[in-house]
């Protein structure tokens, strides 16, 4: 890995926000649903084109088309609700059609919109990204039907059910699902159809279980809160929250695999928690989103209150110190907001993430928004393309 210098090494800082604006102090924000408030968001994808955020709180997914260059821009669509007043899990009331409960992972795949609609234990699929609210879902992934919404389907554990399925990825041509209460990672190769089974299941001994790290100690093939996937052709990382740390394989392994990387603990054996000592370079507590640009690694160290980001991923080994920290001023702290006051350089619960370019969005959980950051080149290339210039 590269040691930036401090001349060298790129500067991210904040750009723009959708949802609460910086309040100056310590108040909590407001979360009054509108077109433009938020509450709790968990999950953030954006590409050229959208800018599609989880409002978890809300139980509502909304859509801006056409990514914002301004604060506090609108939204143009919401999903889960019938218009953007409305809250509450199911529509605020029976419809577990079109209604949802605590979505929280969201991505556009190939072309579709998928929502990870965690506790109706399923994920939500839109053959495209819809350009008019309170649209249904084409189909459902985890349950028999668009109606039905029961932990893994109203029976035992299977390779077609899901318990809480808080994130998912396409890595390496593999559809992988963070089957977080099940304590397992669901694998398809391409993206599933209705009723199809996963191809494979990492973290337990067959389909049919889901115990905490297979039911013994911690290892690098078990998991105790796996909620995030991100990766490419060469690489996948799962952010295995409640283990605190962040797992890697080189290449994808396309089924049951112990990782070759570990981010914020020492070995793979263990799933120390530092609650109330300054977390250093190193440490985490409850990751609970993993991104990869590029070379670019981005952590939600979300009990910190901060993202760590390696400018060049590590691909095994453990305990590899991230190169710079968002949210915080250094790496010896991690109070909410730096106990100091809401500004858009401070964070609150990062709980999701999304890297496109050079930007990094961040979904600011505890202070309902969601902040997009831009990474500045280093001076040195900077300066190296000016010279070019003729």
């Not at 890995?1 to 790129?10: E, H, I, L, N, Y």
């Not at 999950?43 to 260059?69: A, Q």
């Not at 991690?334 to 993430?353: D, F, I, S």
């Amino acid at each position: 890995m590269k040691a930036w210098s401090g001349c060298d090494r790129p500067m991210i800082e904040p750009d723009i926000y959708v949802g609460a604006p910086p309040m100056g102090d310590l108040t909590l924000p407001s979360a009054e649903p509108t077109d433009r408030f938020l509450y709790a968001p968990r999950g953030v994808y954006f590409d050229d084109h959208v800018l599609v955020v989880t409002d978890s709180g809300n139980h509502r997914v909304l859509i801006w088309h056409g990514v914002p260059e301004t604060d506090a821009r609108p939204a143009d669509v919401v999903l889960g609700q019938p218009d953007f007043r409305s809250e509450g899990p199911r529509a605020g009331g029976d419809d577990v059609v079109r209604g949802m409960h605590l979505p929280t992972g969201v991505a556009v795949l190939e072309g579709r919109l998928i929502v990870a609609d965690a506790w109706h234990h399923r994920l939500l699929v839109w053959n495209a990204v819809p350009q008019t609210s309170f649209a249904p879902p084409d189909h459902v992934l985890g349950q028999p039907s668009a109606e039905a919404v029961e932990p893994n389907r109203g029976g035992a554990v299977t390779a077609r059910g899901m318990y809480w399925p808080y994130g998912f990825g396409l890595v390496g041509g593999i559809f992988y699902v963070t089957d977080t209460g099940n304590r397992r990672i669901l694998g398809w190769r391409g993206l599933p159809e209705p009723e199809q089974p996963a191809d494979f299941v990492m973290g337990q001994d067959a389909p049919s279980e889901g115990n905490e790290n297979r039911g013994g100690a911690v290892g690098a093939d078990t998991y105790r809160w796996p909620h995030d996937v991100a990766g490419d052709d060469d690489r996948l990382f799962i952010a295995d929250a409640g283990n605190h740390r962040v797992l890697g394989w080189s290449p994808p392994p396309g089924r049951d695999a112990p990782a070759r990387l570990v981010l914020g603990q020492e070995d793979f054996a263990t799933a120390f928690e530092m609650p109330h000592t300054p977390p250093g370079p190193s440490r985490m507590r409850f990751p609970y989103a993993v991104s990869l640009c590029g070379e670019r690694l981005a952590v939600a160290d979300t009990a910190n209150n901060r993202v760590l980001v390696w400018h060049e991923a590590p691909s095994e080994g453990a305990f590899h110190p991230a190169d710079e920290v968002l949210g915080q001023a250094d790496f010896s702290t991690a109070g909410e907001n730096r106990w100091t006051a809401v500004t858009k350089e401070t964070l609150c619960w990062p709980y999701g993430l999304h890297q496109h370019g050079n930007r990094i969005a961040v979904a600011d959980s505890g202070n309902n928004r969601v902040v997009i950051w831009k990474v500045k080149e280093p001076a040195t290339a900077q300066a190296g393309r000016a010279a070019l210039t003729p």
